[in-house]
């Protein structure tokens, strides 16, 4: 069955700029989670989507928001960007129980 | 922060060797995963354990889980070049979501 999938794979904006990431889960899963990755903080956890509502959100700013469509794919949105938003996003799909997560090669974003 | 901590930070190996790394987390947890990744691409999911469990085995791979010291370790049997890759645990939060907190991961080069 096809994975995870992310767009765009990389990308770069300006300081000030907004982006939209794109994941399509697994067929099935109604579960989408996103995760920033970056040297300095690890991994941590931005939002969970499960059946088109948000069910747990991160600690991040305002400017990090989200959504998931009727058919399960989820895109996240960040506004107004700063430098330190420069880091791999993460999006992984899963049934929403408690079990292992599948995730996507992740969308390399950078600011400058 | 409620990040966990895994040691060593890196290690490395020769073809054959096995492999140890573990992992420490902080809250009371109902599952506990281990996860690859190689070089900044997405996360494989390599094995789960839940609280109730102390031991899981998966192919060369054996985790243990001890819940009174808060701690994990995976262990990788005969490793080959191609286990190269950075490893992370996770937890939920113990509670009903499907927030994953992810540890601050061990890179493991296993050299040819």
């Known amino acids: 069955k096809a994975g995870v999938t992310q767009t765009p794979r990389y990308l770069i904006k300006t300081r000030g700029q907004q982006v939209t990431l794109s994941c399509s889960p697994i067929?099935?899963?109604?579960?989408v989670s996103w995760y920033q990755q970056t040297p300095g903080q690890g991994l941590q956890f931005l939002f969970e989507?499960?059946?088109?509502?948000?069910?747990n959100k991160g600690n991040f700013p305002g400017r990090f928001s989200g959504r998931q469509f009727s058919n399960s794919r989820s895109e996240m949105n960040v506004s107004t960007l700063e430098l330190g938003d420069s880091a791999l996003y993460l999006c992984?799909?899963?049934?929403?129980?408690?079990?292992?997560?599948?995730f996507g090669s992740g969308t390399r974003l950078t600011v400058v | 922060s409620q990040q966990g901590e895994e040691d060593p930070q890196a290690l490395s190996i020769q073809e054959g060797e096995n492999a140890t790394m573990n992992c420490s987390y902080k809250t009371s947890i109902n599952n506990l995963q281990w996860y690859r990744q190689n070089s900044g691409r997405g996360l494989v999911h390599l094995i789960l354990?839940?609280?109730?469990?102390r031991e899981k085995h998966s192919g060369r791979l054996r985790v243990t889980l001890d819940t009174s010291k808060k701690s994990s370790s995976l262990l990788i049997t005969a490793s080959r070049a191609a286990d190269t890759a950075s490893y992370f645990c996770a937890t939920d939060d113990g509670g009903a979501t499907n927030k994953l907190i992810f540890g601050t991961g061990t890179l493991l080069a296993v050299q040819p």
């Open positions: 992984a799909s899963g049934y929403g129980q408690g079990e292992g997560y599948t």
């Open positions: 067929s099935g899963h109604r579960s």
């Open positions: 354990i839940r609280s109730n469990e």
């Open positions: 989507y499960f059946s088109e509502t948000q069910r």
